[in-house]
Nanobody, 123 residues
Framework: QVPLVESGGGLVQAGGSLRLSCAAS????????MAWFRQAPGKEREFVASISWEGDRTYYTDSVKGRFTISRDNAEKTVYLQMNSVKPDDTAVYYC????????????????WGQGTQVTVSP
């Protein structure tokens, strides 16, 4: 199991940007597909984006395509989520996770959820 720590959340105005980070420890990170999920108040957790272990394949949920970018730095054992042109609907707790495959649908994660990082977008 690779412990994950999310960071970078905060309060941002609509139209602004944030970059989330997910730091991993453990020797297997460089061969693990990774994904970001989010959970808004009163809603189920949902898939946001994923990336292959090589970083050459990325996938996004429709609502963030063209606005969010997932990337990774295997040497730093970190996955990023660049969020641009954010909207109030992006308000949620964001989680990263190790997944079995980067290709959606992603129905399970490897290991457990971290604490997440709160993103709040004001109108």
């Amino acid at each position: 199991q690779v412990p994950l720590v999310e960071s970078g959340g905060g309060l941002v105005q609509a139209g602004g940007s944030l970059r989330l980070s997910c730091a991993a420890s453990g020797r297997t990170f460089s061969t693990d597909p990774m994904a970001w999920f989010r959970q808004a108040p009163g809603k189920e957790r949902e898939f946001v984006a994923s990336i292959s272990w090589e970083g050459d394949r990325t996938y996004y949920t429709d609502s963030v395509k063209g606005r969010f970018t997932i990337s990774r730095d295997n040497a730093e054992k970190t996955v990023y989520l660049q969020m641009n042109s954010v909207k109030p609907d992006d308000t949620a707790v964001y989680y990263c996770a190790v997944v079995f495959s980067a290709e959606p649908p992603i129905r399970a994660i490897r290991g457990t959820w971290g604490q997440g990082t709160q993103v709040t977008v004001s109108p």
